[in-house]
C-alpha cells in the first residue's frame, strides 16, 4: 500500500504547493479542508499530516481550528505558520496577535539541534507570512529556532513527533525548505519515496475497463496537455469505445487544429472526430469587447458544439474530462470554490445536461505529474512541455473585438514569437511566452509611406507555481529578432511593446 501524507489546509495560498512540494520527493500526498473528522483520519491512515498556513489570527471569530485530539493521534505531525500559532493555542502554550502581519523575507537561527533542521544553516533565509506571536512554547515542546521578529520560530516534541514552524518551507523563498520537508518526510515520518507513475497508469486503466465495460465513451480534446493525457489514459484502456471529438473554435494557435488531428489519430492510433466551428464562434464574438463576456460566449458555444456531435455517437454513457488536483483542491478549500472556474474548458455542465457519468483518469495528478504520464504514454517531450495556453485561446490575448482578420494577425506574430524563443533555447528557461494584440493603432513608417496599424506586445514570464511570476530578461538580440520579423512579415503590425510587469500586481494574461 503506498503511503500517504494528509494534508489539512488552513486557509493558505500555498496548501497546493505544499501537496506538490511532498509528492516531488515521491511520497503520495492528498489535500483535505481542517475540520476533517478524527474518525476519517484514523481511516485514511497516512503515515504524516502537515497542517498548512492560513491567513486568519486564532482568535478572530471564524478562525479554523482543528480538534485537539489530533496531536494526540500517534501520527508524525509538520505544523506550518498559522497551524503553529494554532498548536501553541490548543496545547496550552501562549499566543498573542501581533499588531502588524509580518510577510515576506526573513531570517532564522536554528538554536537547538532539531532533527528538522538537520543538514541546514544554523542561520537561513525564510518566507514568512503570519498574523499572530508565540510567547511561550506548549509544555513538553522545545524551541528550536529563533528570529527577531518571531523569538519562537520553530518548536517540537519529539515524543509526540510534533514539530511546528512558523515560516513556508514549501516556498522556495525559503533556502532549506527542501531539505526541512525531506528532514520531516524521511527521518521524522519514516516515509518510503514510493509514488510512482507507473503504479497509478496501471491502476488507472484497471479502473477505467471496470467502470466502462462494453459501452462507449467521448472525450473533449482541446489541444492542451491535460485534456490529451487524460483521453490517451482512457484510450490505453478500452481502445475504440472511445471517440475523442477536437472543436477548432477559431481562436488557437497557428496550425493547431491540424498538428491535434495529427498528433492523436496518425500519430497515436485515438479514434478522433474534428469539427471545424470557426464561422460559429467568431459569429458570437462579434462586436464583443468585455474579456468575462468573451469567456462564456466561447465556453456556451463549445458546449453547444460538443453536444451536437457526441449525439450522432450510439451508447455513449460516460464523458472524460482532464480535472486536474489542484482544480479538485480548490473545490474542498475552506475559502469556497474559486469564483471563475474555467468551465468551458472542463466542459461544465455538459455531464449533468446529457446524462452522462464522468470518467476523470487525472484528477489525482498535478502538472507537473501528468506531463510525465503524457510522456509515458507517447507523447512527443516539446508537446508535453509547451507553454500553458488559456481555455478560451487568443480570444483573452486578443483585446477588444475577435474577429478572422485580427485572430490571424496574433497567429502569425505569436508564431514568430515562440520561434525566435525556441531559436535562442530559450523555451524551457520562460515559463510562459506569447504576444498580445492591443487595440491600439500608432503612426510608422514603411518604405515611403506612413501607416497607421496594430500595437503588439510580448509577454514573457518566469515562475515555479504560476501564484507569482517574474517577467523574463529577454536578452535584446532575441527581442530585436522578434520585433523586426513581426513588423516585416506580419501584415498588420508597425510597433512592439515588451511587457516588464510582474505578477502581482500584473496577472500573467492581460484578460
Not at 529563533?146 to 511546528?164: D, G, M
Not at 471496470?210 to 484510450?235: C, P, T, Y
Not at 469567456?295 to 458546449?303: C, L, M, V
Not at 455538459?350 to 504514454?377: C, T
Request: hydrophobic share 40%; charged share 25%; aromatic share 8%.
Amino acid at each position: 500500500m503506498t503511503q500517504t501524507v494528509l494534508v489539512l489546509d488552513f486557509g493558505s495560498q500555498y496548501t497546493q504547493l505544499i501537496a506538490r512540494r511532498i509528492r516531488e520527493h515521491r511520497v503520495y500526498s492528498f489535500v483535505h479542508p481542517f475540520d476533517l473528522a478524527l474518525d476519517k483520519i484514523r481511516e485514511l491512515a497516512p503515515t504524516a499530516i502537515v497542517l498548512s498556513g492560513g491567513p486568519q489570527s486564532v482568535y478572530a471569530e471564524a478562525a479554523p481550528h482543528c480538534s485537539r485530539e489530533i496531536f494526540d493521534l500517534g501520527i508524525p505531525i509538520l505544523g506550518i505558520c498559522y497551524s503553529m500559532q494554532l498548536a501553541a493555542f490548543l496545547l496550552g502554550g501562549r499566543v498573542e496577535a501581533a499588531a502588524e502581519r509580518e510577510y515576506g523575507r526573513a531570517e532564522v537561527d536554528v538554536i537547538r539541534d532539531s532533527p528538522l533542521f538537520r543538514n541546514t544553516p544554523a542561520h537561513q533565509r525564510v518566507w514568512a507570512s503570519h498574523g499572530d506571536n508565540i510567547l511561550a512554547a506548549p509544555p513538553g515542546f522545545e524551541v528550536t529556532a529563533s528570529s527577531p521578529s518571531a523569538p519562537i520560530a520553530a518548536f517540537e516534541n519529539r515524543e509526540r513527533a510534533c514539530y511546528c514552524i512558523q515560516f513556508h518551507p514549501e516556498v522556495t523563498h525559503t533556502e532549506a525548505g527542501t531539505q526541512i520537508l525531506k528532514n520531516f518526510l524521511f527521518d521524522i515520518a519514516k516515509c518510503q519515496p514510493s509514488w510512482d507513475l507507473g503504479d497509478y497508469r496501471r491502476r488507472k486503466v484497471e479502473e477505467i475497463r471496470a467502470q466502462v465495460g462494453d459501452r462507449h465513451v467521448i472525450a473533449a480534446v482541446s489541444g492542451g496537455v491535460d485534456s490529451s493525457v487524460a483521453a490517451l489514459l482512457v484510450a490505453e484502456a478500452i481502445g475504440d469505445q472511445l471517440t475523442a471529438i477536437f472543436v477548432d473554435n477559431g481562436v488557437l494557435r497557428k496550425h493547431e487544429a491540424m498538428q491535434v488531428v495529427s498528433r492523436l489519430s496518425e500519430g497515436l492510433g485515438m479514434h478522433i472526430v474534428a469539427v471545424d466551428a470557426r464561422e460559429r464562434f467568431y459569429e458570437k464574438l462579434a462586436g464583443i469587447e468585455d474579456p468575462e463576456v468573451k469567456r462564456k460566449r466561447i465556453g456556451n458555444e463549445f458546449i453547444a458544439v460538443f453536444e451536437e456531435e457526441a449525439k450522432r455517437i450510439p451508447n455513449v454513457e460516460f464523458l472524460v474530462q482532464g480535472t486536474l488536483y489542484p482544480d479538485v483542491i480548490e473545490s474542498v478549500s475552506i475559502k469556497g470554490p474559486s469564483s471563475i472556474i474555467k468551465t468551458h474548458h472542463n466542459v461544465g455542465g455538459l455531464p449533468e445536461k446529457m446524462g452522462l457519468k464522468l470518467i476523470e483518469p487525472v484528477r489525482e495528478l498535478f502538472k507537473d505529474e501528468v506531463r510525465r504520464l503524457g510522456l509515458e504514454l507517447g507523447l512527443e517531450e516539446e508537446f508535453v512541455w509547451r507553454h500553458p495556453f488559456p481555455g478560451p485561446g487568443l480570444a483573452v490575448r486578443i483585446l477588444g473585438e475577435v474577429n478572422a482578420a485580427r485572430v490571424e494577425i496574433l497567429q502569425n506574430a505569436d508564431e514568430i514569437v515562440i520561434d525566435e524563443i525556441r531559436k535562442a533555447d530559450l523555451y524551457r528557461e520562460t515559463s510562459q511566452a506569447f504576444a498580445v494584440l492591443l487595440p491600439v493603432r500608432s503612426v510608422g513608417v514603411m518604405g515611403d509611406e506612413r501607416t497607421y496599424e496594430n500595437v503588439l506586445a510580448i509577454r514573457a514570464v518566469t515562475t515555479t507555481d504560476f501564484m507569482t511570476a517574474d517577467w523574463f530578461r529577454m536578452p535584446h538580440d532575441v527581442l530585436d529578432r522578434m520585433a523586426r520579423r513581426i513588423v516585416n512579415e506580419v501584415r498588420g503590425v508597425n510597433r512592439v511593446v515588451y511587457d516588464i510587469s510582474s505578477k502581482p500586481p500584473s496577472t500573467i494574461e492581460w484578460e
